[in-house]
């Protein structure tokens, strides 16, 4: 079977239609539809169920993409990096969302970028879970962390840590509120408050408005920007509440910046996980970031 196919074939699988997958491997549409309709001939066998948006593989078209799918990953790692022994030259590409990324994922990481005959090159992106998990599927990226655990057996994913989530303001707002909160820990002390949030739909606020006081926030969003880093620094100024994951805000309180508005007996926790395409962790690179990774988030939960 020509490996060039089977290819194309995974990378369609990966991308889930013929025009993202001929974009990625360089190729016509056309080119991509005449290779698949190869395969499949050769096979005797469909791959795929063309549909309005995309494809959908077969069961076939499933077996065979778990199958080949490491393999041919292990190739294309050969190919790419040559056959040099000075595993330095391999580049890590590395995706996840930002602020985990910036302040945990990336110390931790650079260690391993040194000359000392083990390390790699280090390449980063961000991305919400689904930009990062699709582009991880699709080829670009070699570890992704994320929120969501990825369904399916073409991705594998390990539990890295919990992140606990704090109600925090800066101090005049937890001044004004008094002992409201203390005396009737419900959302109705904190109705009035301005909201600082990553998106409109105030994911953060929600998620702990639902976990600790079973009910949905009022307030809208005041201030409305997307990286948590920038939700701290204006929490700080003094814009309103925010819920912020501890380890982001830990320096903001320890320095009285900030204030924890609510300590509920059981704090909304959010996990993230390691993700890789299942077999490539038998890539040397690959397998060394992942296990340090696991190393390192034993001290931050």
């Known amino acids: 079977m020509d490996l060039a196919l089977l290819r194309t074939f995974v990378t369609v699988h990966r991308a889930g239609s013929f025009t993202r997958a001929a974009a990625l491997l360089g190729l016509s549409q056309p080119a991509v539809t005449s290779q698949i309709r190869t395969l499949e001939r050769q096979l005797g066998r469909p791959l795929f169920l063309r549909q309005a948006r995309g494809v959908t593989p077969t069961t076939i078209g499933d077996e065979l993409a778990h199958k080949a799918a490491p393999h041919l990953d292990a190739?294309?790692?050969?190919?790419?990096?040559?056959?040099?022994?000075?595993?330095?030259?391999?580049?890590l590409h590395l995706a996840g969302p930002p602020e985990f990324t910036a302040e945990r994922a990336l110390p931790a990481l650079t260690e391993l970028t040194g000359e000392d005959g083990q390390g790699?090159?280090?390449?980063?992106?961000?991305g919400t879970a689904e930009e990062t998990l699709e582009g991880l599927a699709a080829g670009h990226h070699d570890l992704a962390i994320s929120t969501v655990r990825p369904r399916g057996a073409l991705l594998s994913a390990?539990?890295?840590?919990?992140?606990e989530h704090v109600l925090?303001?800066?101090?005049?707002?937890?001044?004004?509120?008094?002992?409201?909160?203390?005396?009737?820990?419900?959302?109705?002390?904190?109705?009035?408050?301005?909201?600082?949030e990553?998106?409109?739909?105030?994911?953060?606020?929600?998620?702990?408005?639902?976990?600790?006081?079973?009910?949905?926030?009022?307030?809208?969003?005041?201030?409305?920007?997307?990286?948590?880093?920038?939700?701290?620094?204006?929490?700080?100024?003094?814009?309103?509440?925010?819920?912020?994951?501890?380890?982001?805000?830990?320096?903001?309180?320890?320095?009285g910046e900030v204030v924890a508005?609510?300590?509920?007996?059981?704090?909304?926790?959010?996990?993230?996980?390691?993700?890789v395409r299942t077999g490539t962790l038998a890539m040397p690179h690959i397998a060394r970031a992942h296990e340090w990774l696991e190393r390192a988030a034993a001290d931050w939960c």
């Open 198 to 255: 990553v998106h409109e739909s105030l994911p953060f606020v929600a998620r702990y408005w639902a976990s600790v006081f079973d009910s949905r926030p009022v307030a809208p969003g005041a201030v409305v920007v997307p990286d948590l880093r920038a939700v701290l620094a204006c929490a700080t100024a003094g814009a309103g509440l925010a819920v912020l994951p501890r380890y982001l805000c830990a320096g903001a309180l320890e320095r």
């Open 261 to 275: 508005l609510h300590k509920p007996p059981v704090p909304p926790l959010r996990t993230y996980f390691l993700v």
């Open 120 to 126: 790699f090159a280090l390449r980063a992106s961000f």
């Open 158 to 163: 390990t539990a890295l840590c919990d992140e």
């Open 75 to 91: 190739l294309m790692e050969i190919t790419e990096s040559g056959l040099e022994e000075d595993s330095s030259l391999r580049t």
């Open 168 to 196: 925090v303001a800066a101090p005049r707002w937890a001044e004004r509120i008094g002992s409201g909160l203390l005396r009737h820990p419900g959302p109705s002390a904190l109705e009035h408050v301005p909201v600082i």
